[in-house]
């Protein structure tokens, strides 16, 4: 069965440190992937998204993902965090139109 | 624009009664999306619709039934809610060649008593 695995439900980095949330997936076929972030009490944004253009992502608000296909992987960094980056992140993979699975998400804590 | 917009943002039931989640959205766009969220579970598809007057089962239908009589709204309906059902409901959609990103509406949290 296709799936989404994100390592590690909760993260807490100190504000200015890097972040990195891990995602992996299982598939043989190179698929859509996708992050989005929640903020409480509010709907998905998308982060970024990768099509089989580039492996390297950038998205919004300073971060970006890489695709590795021989890892089947696509985490999420950015280089210095933000207390406005404290949110749930989720992973997501599309493998046909309509087939889109999410992983279980992660929690982001960024300490002062 | 106001994007995708989710009617009720909350409701309590109780076990057995009926009710209607309402979908809208905007953008013309011709997919439309129904998921649940639970805690440490991600989203979860329910049911989605290609078009108008279509609809097909996704990963958790069971005690769902949608409509989209109109292209831009989408239902989603509980006949007999069950604790079970007690979840943050997504609505989302697309446009069918505008890629794969979906683009979701706030939320509507439901709790079943």
């Known amino acids: 069965a296709q799936s989404v695995t994100q390592l590690g439900s909760h993260v807490s980095v100190s504000e200015g440190a890097l972040v990195l949330l891990r995602c992996n997936y299982s598939s043989s076929v190179p698929p859509y992937l996708f992050w989005y972030v929640q903020y409480p009490n509010q709907g998905l944004q998308l982060l970024l998204k990768y099509t089989s253009a580039a492996t390297l992502v950038k998205g919004i608000n300073g971060f970006e993902a890489e695709f590795k296909k021989s890892e089947t992987s696509f985490h999420l960094t950015k280089p210095s965090a933000h207390m406005s980056d404290a949110a749930e992140y989720f992973c997501a993979v599309r493998y046909n139109n309509n087939d889109m699975r999410f992983g279980a998400g992660t929690r982001l804590t960024v300490k002062p | 624009n106001a994007g995708v917009t989710q009617t009720p943002k909350f409701r309590v039931l109780k076990t057995g009664q009926s009710m209607t989640l309402l979908c809208a959205q905007d953008m013309n766009h011709e997919y439309m999306y129904w998921y649940r969220q639970d805690p440490g579970m991600g989203l979860r598809l329910i049911h989605y619709s290609v078009g108008e007057g279509t609809t097909a089962k996704g990963e958790v239908p069971d005690g769902y039934n949608v409509s989209r009589l109109k292209k831009q709204n989408f239902l989603l309906g509980l006949e007999s809610a069950a604790p079970s059902q007690t979840s943050v409901y997504f609505c989302?959609?697309?446009?069918?060649?505008?890629?794969?990103?979906?683009?979701f509406g706030p939320g509507t949290r439901l709790t079943v008593l």
């Open positions: 989302a959609s697309r446009l069918h060649n505008d890629g794969p990103s979906q683009f």
